[in-house]
């Protein structure tokens, strides 16, 4: 009995792990320079995965003015022509559950566990993580960092902006 009760274990065991062989947390740094300037706006920021062919597209941040009275912070979304153009006009809420105010000048880290929407069920392949920034009455930016999922090991991607962005490193640890 014990001997046919070990391979079952075992077939058991790898069904229950599976889901993870692929798994890896993702973490995103990010600074937004201050930029000297008589009427600063804070910059509207989205993070987003992109699949090589920009198909597949997996929201991992989207930071804009929420609590303006109407709705008017929405407005203003539109200025991310990329993922408005890929993926912001199509939601109604943009991009619930990963939107968050806009965020002051200086280093922000966005944590995006293994399980989350972005990751959970990823297709192995060639992908990109962009940054894109906006500012009312200021100017835009877009960069774009390659990776390869599922990692090896850990794995960290550096790029940097050159005005609305500073610093960007993506770091993905199995």
């Not at 200086?106 to 992908?127: I, K």
């Amino acid at each position: 009995m014990k001997k046919m009760l070990k391979p079952v274990l075992a077939v058991l065991a790898s069904g229950l792990f599976a889901g993870r062989a692929h798994a890896a947390d993702m973490t995103v740094t990010l600074t937004i320079p201050r930029v000297d300037t008589a009427e600063y706006h804070r910059p509207y920021v989205a993070i987003w995965l992109e699949d090589a062919a920009r198909k597949d597209i997996r929201d991992i941040a989207v930071w804009h003015e929420r609590d303006k009275a109407g709705g008017e912070g929405k407005k203003w979304l539109k200025d991310l022509r990329q993922w408005w153009r890929l993926s912001g006009r199509a939601q109604d809420e943009p991009a619930d559950g990963v939107s968050g105010a806009t965020r002051a000048s200086g280093t922000h880290t966005v944590r995006v566990p293994a399980d989350s929407a972005a990751l959970d069920s990823l297709a192995p392949g060639d992908y990109r993580v962009v940054v894109e920034a906006a500012r009312e009455k200021g100017g835009h930016e877009l960069v774009r960092l390659p990776l390869t999922w599922p990692p090896t090991g850990p794995e960290t991607v550096q790029g940097k902006g050159s005005h609305e962005l500073g610093s960007i490193g993506v770091s993905l640890n199995p």
